[in-house]
């Protein structure tokens, strides 16, 4: 069964470091999304990205968060300069369409835990 | 802003009982409802979705149910099984303005199915 992989399950960072988190969507998905999870909080929305472009992104993805669909099959996340309340888990999500209904969903990664010191 | 809340951090229920998860929106404009069950380290996993022209979806021993006039939804699971002892995940699909969807999640109810 096809899945969103992601690397490294955990990334330890010293604060003010760029960190780049991994994900390869479902090869079939053209919409890609980053969402993060703060421990003890919800799951959170940060950034839609289709056709080599935002499609849309919430207040948390301000100017030190950049995502880029380097090849044909990664999509990554970047922190520019870390700080301490970055620390999350980091989810990677893909899904055939932008739309809702069957076959739609949003199928997720296993996540990547950053750890900023 | 708890745009999607799920009230109940925890539930416990013998096995082969019915498990009952509920969640409650305040968006009247939420058109699609999602439910993912999480395991530790690992992703959420889609489980059962509904959509808002539709007060109930079922699958297998799964069934979501809506209530729009009362914004709440609910995510049944007969007969319940220690291997579905997780963390559930509400979810409602809000448009953009850019077409694409997000998802509101809510905080989460943590199952534990007793054998």
């Known amino acids: 069964e096809p899945e969103v992989t992601q690397t490294p399950s955990h990334q330890v960072t010293q604060m003010g470091q760029e960190v780049i988190l991994r994900c390869v969507p479902i090869?079939?998905?053209?919409?890609f999304y980053w969402y993060r999870q703060i421990l003890g909080q919800k799951v959170e929305f940060l950034v839609s990205?289709?056709?080599?472009?935002?499609?849309?992104k919430s207040e948390i993805f301000d100017d030190q968060f950049s995502v880029e669909r380097p090849d044909g099959s990664n999509f990554t996340l970047k922190i520019r300069s870390t700080k301490l309340e970055d620390s999350a888990m980091y989810f990677c999500?893909?899904?055939?369409?932008?739309?809702?209904?069957?076959?739609?969903?949003?199928?997720f990664g296993p996540g990547t835990r950053l750890t900023v010191l | 802003d708890q745009q999607v809340k799920q009230n109940s951090p925890s539930l416990s229920v013998q096995e082969g009982r019915i498990s009952i998860l509920n969640c409650d929106y305040t968006?009247?404009?939420?058109?699609?409802f999602l439910w993912y069950k999480k395991y530790p380290a690992e992703g959420p996993t889609f489980l059962i979705s509904?959509?808002?022209?539709?007060d109930k979806n079922e699958d297998g021993r799964f069934t979501v149910f809506l209530n729009k006039s009362a914004k709440h939804l609910s995510l049944h699971i007969v007969p319940s099984q220690p291997g579905d002892s997780a963390v559930y995940f509400c979810?409602?699909?809000?448009?953009?303005?850019?077409?694409?969807?997000?998802?509101?999640f809510g905080t989460g109810t943590r199952l534990k199915v007793l054998a």
């Open positions: 999500a893909s899904s055939p369409s932008p739309g809702t209904g069957v076959g739609n969903e949003q199928f």
């Open positions: 090869s079939n998905h053209l919409y």
């Open positions: 990205f289709y056709n080599n472009e935002i499609s849309e």
């Open positions: 968006n009247s404009m939420f058109d699609y």
């Open positions: 509904i959509s808002s022209i539709k």
């Open positions: 979810a409602a699909s809000a448009g953009t303005t850019s077409g694409t969807y997000k998802y509101i």
